[in-house]
């Protein structure tokens, strides 16, 4: 069975600091590995996906985030925070084919100005 | 990227009314759609994957009498809530795929208040 862990409920950053959002993954075979970012009352919005190739992914408003398969990690980073990075971000993980995301619990961020 | 809308956005009703929620694909043909459930604060719950012309698959636990899904078309999936309750509130949300190998799309939610 898939799953994924979100270890933080909440991480603070102060604006203009790097902000990195941790995620864990669990899966039998190769592993589809996605970020979303949900503001209040929203659905979700696409930031970035790995499939396959480089290790490092470049996403949408700055994000990136890197493959580690050792560690079975995704985690989620941003050079310099802004303000308005400030939602919910979950990591999501789906084997190949027509398959459902999983979802992790998510990771409230908060960055303060 | 592709587009999925969700109508209505958000739905107030009576207990023991039934509720239903259009999903929409606007720019590409869903073979498939998922329906997710998520509650105050908390992640988002698969409920049922649907493919096109064919009968709903439920995860375990999801009443199929309850949350009716109908997917009759490449473009177009809806979920009827029978008989709300307030427990159904919740925030719906459906995704569509094009198919295998093929991204999923988000809508971007219903908001469902059974009073």
């Known amino acids: 069975a898939q799953s994924v862990a979100q270890p933080e409920d909440q991480v603070n950053v102060a604006e203009g600091n790097p902000l990195t959002v941790k995620c864990t993954y669990s899966v039998s075979g190769n592993p589809y590995l996605f970020w979303y970012v949900q503001y209040p009352n929203r659905g979700l919005q696409f930031l970035l996906k790995y499939i396959t190739g480089d290790n490092l992914v470049k996403g949408s408003y700055g994000f990136e985030a890197e493959f580690n398969k050792s560690q079975t990690s995704f985690h989620l980073k941003k050079p310099s925070a802004l303000v308005s990075d400030s939602a919910l971000y979950f990591c999501?993980?789906?084997?190949?084919?027509?398959?459902?995301?999983?979802f992790g619990k998510g990771t409230r961020l908060s960055v303060i100005a | 990227g592709a587009v999925v809308s969700q109508h209505p956005s958000r739905v107030i009703c009576k207990s023991g009314t039934s509720v239903k929620i259009e999903c929409r694909s606007l720019d590409f043909q869903a073979t498939t759609m998922f329906w997710y459930r998520q509650f105050p604060k908390q992640s988002l719950m698969l409920m049922a994957t649907s493919n096109e012309g064919s009968k709903a698959t439920y995860e375990q636990g999801v009443e199929k009498d309850k949350f009716l899904i109908n997917h009759a078309s490449l473009t177009l999936s809806t979920l009827t809530v029978t008989s709300a309750h307030p427990e159904d509130s919740s925030f719906y949300i459906c995704?569509?795929?094009?198919?295998?190998?093929?991204?999923?799309?988000f809508g971007p939610g219903t908001r469902l208040t059974v009073l």
């Open positions: 999501a993980v789906r084997t190949s084919g027509n398959t459902p995301l999983v």
């Open positions: 995704s569509a795929s094009g198919g295998a190998g093929h991204e999923q799309f």
